[in-house]
């Protein structure tokens, strides 16, 4: 009976010792699982920091680039701004010019015409409350055969298709209504320029102007002599 008691609790404490080492065991594994995990998340961390570092110096990189693009746009707008401003300053002393060389010649052409030019006005704006409605380049009060006429010109130190296009669909087409003075006269257009493109020379005499172009030191028409103008 006795011998039979401590095989039981040989057994309980075999037992015993089994589960305490299992226990042991199952720990260990746990805590090197635990060791590998956090090894783990610490170079997760630091790969991280890393990432983070290279993403700011590559951010601070773009920002210079950035700032420096913009110092080359805002300079390069700067010399666009100045390059436009001398080439306006060209195109409008060659436009002065042009009407500075038509204005004196007009009379003089248009009396072999019969048209008496009683008076050349240039750069006349139409106002309407105070502000420009419409501007005509040359505006020439005439006469011929008795009646009242009125020449108006375009100028163009070069004159092209699209300068005759605009002259006839904006200035002429709208000219009684901005300028009520001359409403009841007849209209005679015509068109002139320091260099005038053949294709824009053909169109304008198509439409019924005149077309006035450099001869020496005045101008002279180009118009073929059997030429009927439009009288709008």
């Not at 199952?26 to 920091?49: G, N, P, T, V």
């Not at 704006?125 to 006429?149: M, T, Y």
């Amino acid at each position: 009976m006795v011998e039979n008691t401590f095989d039981e609790i040989r057994r309980i404490l075999a037992e015993t010792t089994q589960r305490q080492n299992n226990v042991a065991r199952e720990q260990e594994i746990f805590h090197k699982q635990f060791i590998e995990e956090m090894r783990q998340l610490h170079a997760s961390q630091e790969e991280i920091q890393a990432s983070q570092k290279e993403l700011q110096a590559s951010q601070k990189k773009t920002d210079e680039q950035l700032k420096e693009t913009d110092e080359q746009l805002k300079e390069t707008d700067k010399q666009l701004k100045k390059t436009a401003k001398e080439v306006g300053g060209i195109g409008g002393g060659l436009g002065r010019a042009a009407e500075g060389l038509t204005a004196p010649a007009v009379p003089k052409v248009f009396k072999k015409l019969g048209i008496k030019v009683e008076a050349v006005h240039q750069r006349v704006k139409a106002l309407h409350d105070g502000q420009v409605k419409a501007e005509i380049d040359l505006l020439c009060p005439a006469r011929r055969n008795g009646s009242s006429l009125i020449l108006v010109g375009e100028v163009k130190a070069h004159l092209t298709n699209e300068d005759v296009k605009d002259f006839l669909d904006e200035s002429l087409i709208s000219f009684k209504k901005n300028f009520a003075e001359y409403k009841d006269r007849e209209v005679i257009a015509f068109v002139a320029g320091l260099n005038v493109q053949e294709n824009a020379l053909r169109f304008a005499q198509k439409k019924g102007l005149y077309v006035l172009v450099p001869f020496g030191e005045t101008m002279r028409l180009a118009n073929a002599k059997d030429f009927e103008p439009k009288v709008w």
